[in-house]
Nanobody
Framework: QVQLVESGGGLVQPGGSLRLSCMVS????????VGWYRRAPGKERELVAS???????RFADSVKGRFIISRDHAKNTVFLQMNSLEPEDTAVYYC?????????WGQGTQVTVSS
């Protein structure tokens, strides 16, 4: 069973930064893509950022220019660097990996942006 373990969430003031980490129990190159979704209160789940096996990245329009996704193959870890955080970024962030339509999920980490 694939396991994904997130870390790095917390409370930050508007304009601040956080770095999320997701350690995957298998070689991340075994998956079509890895990345992050988020779910804010009262809103649908949203794809935040992803990186595919070839290194191509995708970002939600709302985070382009502020968030960076990267990976460390040797550590089977994916990172989400979040800069210039806004209250609207408050959500539970879930790491995922997928092989075609089969998705694997982390337990989620809370990110709260508030003064």
């Amino acid at each position: 069973q694939v396991q994904l373990v997130e870390s790095g969430g917390g409370l930050v003031q508007p304009g601040g930064s956080l770095r999320l980490s997701c350690m995957v129990s298998e070689n991340i190159f075994n998956f079509n893509s890895v990345g992050w979704y988020r779910r804010a209160p009262g809103k649908e789940r949203e794809l935040v950022a992803s990186i595919n096996v070839g290194g191509k990245t995708r970002f939600a329009d709302s985070v382009k220019g502020r968030f960076i996704i990267s990976r460390d193959h040797a550590k089977n870890t994916v990172f989400l660097q979040m800069n210039s955080l806004e209250p609207e970024d408050t959500a539970v962030y879930y790491c995922y990996s997928n092989i075609l339509s089969r998705y694997y999920w982390g337990q989620g980490t809370q990110v709260t942006v508030s003064s």
